[in-house]
């Protein structure tokens, strides 16, 4: 995907060439991701702009499978406030239960008009990567573009993540469900998470994250409502990583 944007496209590189941009970028990605976009050339490997991508739908697939309704709304965020009280203070059964009721009556909007709140911002948001990586092309330009190439792709992976919204917040009560991603800058641990692009050699102590690249799955199931041991919290699936170390060979 990256690679036909940045062949259709020219690329300059050498440092910031749009500020709103770039700091779109390291709003969303850090500091760390934002400066290697506008620093390295991509041209002749778009890997970086390829991992940024899979970066921005990670982000985008969590905060929609996770959605209580329409996400980013009020209504999303006190509902979720209002579960994490529960959820502390009432059996598991109960407020699995609560969830599953509660999920299922408040998604009262038509899949074409989450998909239709949605396609912009995310369109937008690969726009600004593009940019913030040095496309030289203007940006009205590159939005159509960036429109026509993914839409589709946004409107396949939007329903997908419905349905896993559905199966992590109405089917399953018996536990909690939660996607893991592991968040810029921390120190990469194997027993945590997945080195994405590993050439073989284990990664060395201290190496930090750039980014998520893909999901990873929690159960947490509360097995008590006093005492100790009161919950179980287990990763079934480690996020996969981008580690810095991956920018160590790109041309600059």
């Not at 041209?43 to 702009?49: E, M, V, Y």
């Not at 309704?69 to 209504?75: C, E, Q, S």
């Not at 968040?183 to 060395?204: I, K």
Request: glycine share 6%; charged share 20%.
């Amino acid at each position: 995907m990256a690679e036909s944007m940045v062949d259709t496209f020219s690329f300059e590189s050498g440092g910031v060439r749009n500020e709103n941009s770039y700091a779109v970028v390291t709003g969303l990605f850090g500091q760390s991701l934002a400066h290697y976009l506008a620093t390295k050339k991509h041209k002749d490997d778009p890997l970086l702009i390829q991992i940024t991508f899979q970066s921005c739908f990670v982000q985008f697939l969590e905060l929609v499978i996770c959605s209580w309704t329409l996400p980013g709304d009020d209504a999303n965020r006190v509902l979720a406030g209002t579960y994490e009280r529960i959820r502390h203070g009432e059996a598991q059964a109960i407020s699995g239960r609560w969830r599953a009721l509660t999920s299922a009556y408040a998604h009262n909007h038509e899949e074409s008009q989450l998909i239709a709140s949605i396609t912009p911002h995310l369109v937008g948001h690969f726009s600004n990567i593009m940019l913030a990586a040095g496309c030289s092309v203007a940006p009205e330009i590159l939005y159509a573009s960036v429109d026509k190439k993914l839409s589709d792709r946004i409107v396949l992976l939007f329903k997908l993540a419905l349905q896993l919204n559905k199966i992590v917040m109405e089917e399953i009560t018996s536990a909690d469900l939660r996607i893991a991603t592991v968040p810029f800058e921390t120190t990469y641990s194997a027993e945590q998470m997945e080195d994405a692009y590993a050439d073989g050699d284990p990664a060395t102590g201290g190496v930090r994250v750039l980014c998520t690249t893909d999901l990873g799955l929690r159960r947490i199931t509360r097995l008590t409502t006093s005492g100790e041991n009161q919950w179980d919290d287990k990763l079934l699936l480690k996020p996969k990583v981008a580690l810095k170390t991956v920018v160590d060979f790109m041309d600059g």
